[in-house]
């Protein structure tokens, strides 16, 4: 009997076992799908708003859609990443001397223009001797700066540029697109602001220029084919095709109608709109902006405002993320500090300001300020000195809005604030450089630089005659910006810049709102489209040579995606 129900088990365990391994292969395959390899061809077709003038990267610093198109035409020596970090691009590398006065470049030797000539060294000197150029419109600042700065060419793939002294920002101004001399040289620089190369450039980068296309003598757009020995690999998309309209309505309206791919700027009139067409993916990034209270801390009508927990009591004060979510449409993000974060030199752990109106009232009133005895809304202290002040900003949308916004908050502290709505212009040149002003509501405006650099804003030199608007004469924080400007190891460079973070945080000098941010519209038919945080608009082609529209599945078919209507 024992034997025989030994055998039994047995018998009952090995079926187990059989059935256990009929489950098992039954039980579904966790396969990777395979992601679709992108292969070349088709167009595409993108809006820009504004206007056609000079596909010239020397020409181009005060017209937008030319530096779309210059971005895919020409190349650079040095590009940033979404962190602001320098990055090679005809540069090989580069190197710096012991003393950061003296950077020595080595250039790709695969570079070569659309016409096929090699790209070198000369090629760089002779952009930057055109950025010199008084005959150019080249900003004023940009061009004092290459007047101090010898460059001289080692050889045809090596350049060497020697600075009067120290200044770790001067990897931002490598970044413009550089121009052929072999095309160029001779052109007197007054001619060169209407010369043909202009609506026919040649470049380097990985789009080469095709054709402009006019309706009735007006330049509509600009056609450009990929080019097969751009060193960076040739883009995927054939054709690249740029058509220009008035307004971010105009584009958003000619993309319903099937007649473009891409839309520039998705603007807050057509953001609602945009953010339900079914087929069109939004892109979204910061923008290099700051939109922030400037506080005249040296105005004798203002003395609260030379009191650091006043000056934070005010930021307490302010609901900005209702600001955000209902006048700004929620595109911005509320800021902490005049560094932009997600960059290199952002710290991450800087204390943070909420909104808070009880503790904000506590705090005026530990500083003397409250409701007179006799009644009002205006918060007075013992020598009758009021709450009272003005508050200027430009006269348009948002900054209208969110000035009364600002107005109705600090109320509800006990303040009056009166509005004054004036013009850019006047805004700088009549009040702020002046320093004839108590509060103003101002947009801090960094395109195309990627390195922090508060320099110019916050350092005490900067107080007269600079652009220390705030009139912030504090000997810390400008210790920490001279280091920082100075010192090219990025370690430390981090270190100060976080320094200086705390310390604007603690004594708060201005009042910083937020960052606005940049939407992008492109249809779900373009593929691998990314885009971070930006420094110029032009950064959403920073991947370009990976968008594709078509792809080839594993068995080796090929997607098709019907085209959008295409230009004539």
């Known amino acids: 009997m024992m034997k025989r129900l030994r055998w039994q088990l047995l018998v009952v365990v090995l079926a187990l076992v059989a059935i256990g391994i009929l489950l098992l292969g039954q039980q579904p395959v966790d396969v990777q799908p395979l992601e679709p390899e992108p292969v070349t061809g088709g167009s595409y077709t993108e809006g820009l708003i504004g206007q056609f003038s000079r596909l010239n990267p020397v020409l181009a610093f ?33 190197g710096i001397s012991l003393d950061a006065t003296t950077y020595n470049f080595s250039m790709r030797t695969d570079a070569v223009w659309h016409d096929g000539e090699p790209v070198t060294s000369e090629d760089v000197i002779f952009t930057i001797d055109l950025l010199k150029n008084p005959d150019l419109p080249v900003p004023d600042d940009l061009r004092a700066f290459w007047e101090q700065i010898e460059v001289e060419a080692l050889d045809d793939y090596t ?23 072999h095309l160029l040289e001779g052109v007197p620089p007054a001619e060169l602001l209407n010369h043909p190369f202009n609506k026919a450039p040649v470049g380097s980068g990985p789009y080469q220029f095709e054709r402009l296309l006019v309706e009735n003598g007006v330049i509509t757009g600009v056609a450009l084919t990929a080019f097969d020995d751009y060193y960076g690999g040739r883009p995927f998309i054939d054709q690249f095709v740029f058509r220009y309209f008035p307004t971010s309505t105009d584009a958003f309206m000619a993309y319903q109608q099937g ?70 449409d929620s595109q911005a993000t509320l800021a902490d500090g005049p560094i932009f974060p997600n960059t290199w030199a952002y710290y991450e752990d800087i204390p943070r300001i909420e909104y808070n109106p009880e503790e904000a009232i506590e705090a005026i009133k530990a500083a003397g300020y409250t409701i007179p005895a006799e009644g009002g809304d205006v918060r007075s202290n013992e020598d009758g000195e009021f709450l009272s002040f003005t508050l200027i900003h430009p006269p348009d949308d948002p900054h209208t ?9 600090w109320a509800a502290l006990g303040i009056e604030v009166e509005l004054e709505a004036v013009s850019y212009q006047a805004l700088i040149e009549d009040h702020l450089e002046p320093r004839s002003y108590e509060a103003a509501l101002i947009e801090l405006d960094l395109f195309r630089s990627p390195d922090p650099d508060p320099y110019p804003f916050w350092h005490q030199t ?13 000997r810390q ?83 098709e995606i019907t085209p959008t209507a295409e230009e004539e």
């Open 159 to 181: 350049l060497q540029f020697r600075l009067l002294e120290p200044f770790a920002p001067f990897l931002d101004y490598l970044s413009f697109g550089i121009l052929p001399s």
């Open 259 to 328: 007649e473009i791919q891409g839309v520039a700027s998705i603007e807050a009139d057509v953001l609602p709109q945009a953010l339900k067409a079914p087929n069109l993916n939004m892109y979204t990034g910061r923008l290099p902006q700051l939109c922030m209270i400037l506080l005249n801390l040296d105005n004798a009508e203002v003395p609260y405002f030379g009191e650091a927990s006043f000056r934070r009591a005010l930021l307490m004060g302010l609901n900005r993320q209702w600001m955000v979510d209902r006048i700004l």
């Open 401 to 409: 809005t969110l000035a009364e916004a600002i107005q109705r908050h």
């Open 462 to 474: 900067q107080v007269t005659g600079g652009q220390n608007y705030s009139m912030w004469d504090d």
């Open 477 to 559: 924080a400008s210790e920490y910006l001279e280091q920082a400007r100075i010192l090219v190891d990025p370690t430390e460079r981090t270190r100060l810049y976080r320094n200086f973070q705390v310390r604007f945080v603690n004594e708060m000098p201005a009042l910083p709102l937020f960052y606005p941010m940049y939407s992008y519209g492109v249809d779900a038919e373009v593929q691998n489209v990314q885009i971070g945080p930006i420094f110029d608009t032009p950064d959403r082609f920073a991947t370009v040579t990976e968008w594709f529209l078509f792809s080839e599945s594993a068995g080796g078919t090929v997607k």
């Open 62 to 94: 005060y017209n937008a859609p030319d530096r779309d198109v210059n971005r895919l035409l020409y190349s650079r020596l040095v590009t940033f990443d979404d962190r602001g970090l320098p990055q090679p691009e005809l540069a090989e590398s580069w």
